[in-house]
Structures are given as structure tokens and as C-alpha cells.
């Protein structure tokens, strides 16, 4: 009887566990695009996400800074450094970051874009650009590059202000390898939200993001 | 039930329950394979660009500041996507990183009124960036729809460090005129008249 009812409760246990879903909800779990066929808000769509995740840690996705963001007003460097490091302790398989000085052996590039086609529209900060393949009906994300705008004068100010030409570049940063790692933004609590929020650490709805993408690191 | 059994059973139950919701559901969640990637970068059959801005809608003053033009134009002429490389060719993987190459669509407009910025009356080549060419594809989060025959007021961009095959002037915004009034993201519908006023005193 109570083998019986043992087996039925770890039959239970496994149900949940196959469909166990986060707590919190995110409006927009992965970068997504209005009119994109491939979208992971359209049904059947791709989601763009890193193929080879920190399932094995000696798997490793290569992030090279250029020497031109420490151009200018501040040295953007150890900020996108702290990032990776928040990215990587986050309990969850998502890519695993590591900086190199080899070009050639990037998988992602950071750079400032001043006057760069990507970030050439005017209403930007900092913008992600990500590139993926699209061949065989997969949506690999390869490459991605992130760009800070020269309309914007970065501080290390925590209080983030109403100005439209002044970012605190720990918070953007932070939130820019968000998209990195396949985030999106969201209208919840998070270093993805779009909007002024008073932190520049990954939050939980933000790590119950990547876990829902990669999975979570036992 | 005897003690080893029972603790047999608690650690079955244990086991299934981290195999349910650990390396099933990841492989469940993600559908790929970790060893199928490959760890070197090649140029793909398809590429998508897509690029995520972030930071406010910008103030008008912003936009002053930033453009450097708005004009009134009449829009002539939409062109087909292309690469923005030189000879709209494909870029190789090089290329694609170094150049920062996009997938545009150029636009030949007829200038009607300068607001701000330097820009001799006439027609005017510029861009927007987003389009598609075969099965590559350069997403932008908020695409500016454009169609030829549209009275527009329009800020540009002049990106000095691009030597783009489409020339220099990135559209930055877009605000389509329809008797009188522009309609704006910032403002929302604005007299023509008046934001005219509002720019050329904003202007340095």
C-alpha cells in the first residue's frame, strides 16, 4: 500500500517536473521583432538563442572589448566586465562568457559605434546587434556585437536620470548583454526592462528568463 | 517496508524528479543540440541582422541636436532592399563583422523644406535601414513604413564614418504630413506650422 502510494507520488514529481514553468511571467521572453516571421512571438517562429550553452563549462563563448571603449569620457570596459560576470553566475545553462584579446577567436564583439550605421538611428543609447543563421529552418545565434551611441555622455551614476543624453553605463551595459545572452525586454521588474530601474544586476524575473531558455543550472 | 527498500524508493523518487526537471526539460526547452554547433564562425546560407535599440524616445530638442537635417520631403521613390556594401554584394563574414553591413532600402526624395541642416534643394538620396534580400534579413524593432508618394517630414542622420554604396544619410525619424498637421511619436499631431517654429528655435 505504501509502495503504491510511493510510486504514484514520484510519478507525480516527474509530471511536474516535465512541466514545471517559472514563477513569474515576462511580457517578452526572447528578442523579438514586429513582422518577423521567425519570431518567437509568432506561432510556430524560432527564438534566437546560443546553440552551445554552459551545459559543459569548458564550453566557452569568447567576448572581445575594443580598445575604443575606453575612448572618451569613461572606460566602459570594467562595467561590460561586471556584466559578464553577473551573466555567468546567474544559476542558469546560458552562455558562458569569457573574455579574449584575440579577434579571431570571438564569438562576440563589443565596441563603441559612434557614427555607426547600426546604432545610426537617433532615439538610441546603446543597441545590440545579433546576427543569426537562418539556414536548415534553425535560428542559431553566432555573433553579436554591442554599440554605444556617441549621444550619449555615460556616468557611473546610480540615479538615473530624466536627460536624454546622459545613461548610467553599469545599468545599460548590464542590460545590453541581456540581449547578448537572447533576452528581450520585458514590463516586469528587471535589468531588461526598458524603462529607469534603480539596479544593474540580473533580477529574478531576468534569470527566470535564461533559465527558461537554457535551462537551470542543478 | 524495510529500511534499505524505503531508502531505495526515496532516492528513486529523488532521481526521477532531477531528471524530470533538469536534462529533460532542458532538452525539452531548447530543442538543440549543444555538440551540433560548430565552434568556429562561418558565413551562413541565411543571415538575420537584428538590431535592438534601447534609450527613450527622444525629445524634439533631442532630435534637433542629434539630426543633422530635417527636412519637408516628398517621398519619390522607395528602392529595393539591398546590402548597403559596396556594389550591394553580399558581404562575406569579413566584411559582415568589419563593415557592419546592413540590409537597406534607399530612398530618393524631394526636398520641399529645410528646417535645420545644411541641404541643397532638390533630390536627396538616403536610407532606412531594415529589408530583406533573398533570405537574409536586416530586422530593426521599430521599422519606419515608407511608400512613394508620401509628404513626410523627415530627420536624417549624416553617418561621416560609413562609406555605404547608399550614401550617408541614415533616416532616423519619420513623421508623415497630412493637411497641415505632422504626425509625430513624440508629440503627437502637431500643426505643421507650429513644429516648424518649434525646430528652427531649437536649432543652433
Known amino acids: 500500500m505504501r509502495r503504491t502510494w510511493l510510486r504514484a507520488f514520484a510519478t507525480a514529481l516527474a509530471v511536474a517536473g516535465l512541466t514545471a514553468q517559472p514563477l513569474l511571467a515576462w511580457s517578452q521572453l526572447y528578442n523579438a521583432y514586429p513582422n518577423d516571421p521567425q519570431s518567437c512571438t509568432d506561432p510556430g517562429g524560432y527564438c534566437v538563442r546560443w546553440a552551445k550553452t554552459s551545459g559543459n563549462l569548458s564550453t566557452t563563448h569568447y567576448v572581445y572589448l575594443s580598445a575604443n571603449l575606453a575612448s572618451g569620457n569613461l572606460d566602459l570596459r570594467p562595467d561590460i566586465r561586471n556584466a559578464i560576470g553577473y551573466w555567468n553566475g546567474a544559476p542558469a545553462r546560458n552562455p558562458y562568457l569569457v573574455e579574449t584579446t584575440s579577434l579571431s577567436q570571438s564569438d562576440i564583439d563589443v565596441y563603441r559605434g559612434d557614427s555607426d550605421s547600426y546604432c545610426g538611428q537617433l532615439n538610441t543609447w546603446a543597441c545590440t546587434a545579433i546576427y543569426a543563421d537562418t539556414a536548415n529552418g534553425s535560428h542559431i545565434l553566432y555573433y553579436a556585437g554591442q554599440i554605444y551611441s556617441d549621444q550619449v555622455t555615460w556616468n557611473h551614476s546610480l540615479t538615473y536620470s530624466p536627460g536624454y543624453f546622459v545613461a548610467d553605463s553599469r545599468k545599460v551595459t548590464t542590460h545590453e548583454m541581456g540581449h547578448v545572452e537572447a533576452l528581450g525586454h520585458t514590463s516586469f521588474t528587471a535589468v531588461m526592462h526598458t524603462g529607469a530601474e534603480s539596479f544593474y544586476r540580473p533580477q529574478t524575473n531576468d534569470i527566470q528568463g535564461i533559465q527558461a531558455i537554457y535551462g537551470a543550472y542543478p | ?204
Do not use: F
Not at chain 2, 526515496?10 to 551540433?36: E, H, I, K, P
Not at chain 2, 544619410?169 to 503627437?188: C, I, P, R
Open chain 2, 1 to 204: 517496508m524495510k529500511a534499505t527498500s524505503r531508502r531505495s524508493v526515496v532516492l528513486m523518487v529523488c532521481a526521477t524528479a532531477l531528471l524530470a526537471t533538469g536534462a529533460l526539460s532542458v532538452r525539452a526547452s531548447t530543442g538543440l543540440d549543444a555538440s551540433a554547433a560548430p565552434s568556429a564562425v562561418k558565413m551562413p546560407d541565411c543571415v538575420s541582422v537584428m538590431l535592438t535599440a534601447d534609450g527613450p524616445t527622444p525629445s524634439l530638442e533631442g532630435l534637433v541636436g542629434a539630426a543633422s537635417a530635417i527636412l519637408v520631403v516628398d517621398v519619390l521613390e522607395v528602392g529595393k532592399a539591398q546590402w548597403d556594401t559596396p556594389g550591394a554584394v553580399r558581404p562575406d563574414q569579413a566584411m559582415l563583422r568589419s563593415a557592419h553591413a546592413l540590409i537597406v532600402r534607399p530612398l530618393t526624395l524631394s526636398v520641399k523644406e529645410v528646417w535645420t541642416g545644411h541641404v541643397v534643394p532638390g533630390e536627396l538620396r538616403a536610407y532606412l535601414v531594415g529589408g530583406s534580400v533573398g533570405c537574409d534579413s536586416t530586422l530593426v524593432a521599430s521599422p519606419i513604413d515608407v511608400s512613394p508618394g508620401q509628404y513626410v517630414a523627415v530627420a536624417v542622420r549624416r553617418n561621416a564614418g560609413d562609406s555605404k554604396s547608399i550614401g550617408d544619410l541614415a533616416v532616423a525619424e519619420m513623421w508623415a504630413v497630412s493637411d497641415g498637421v505632422v504626425k509625430t511619436d513624440v508629440a503627437g499631431a502637431v500643426p505643421l506650422t507650429a513644429i516648424r517654429q518649434t525646430v528652427a528655435s531649437l536649432a543652433p
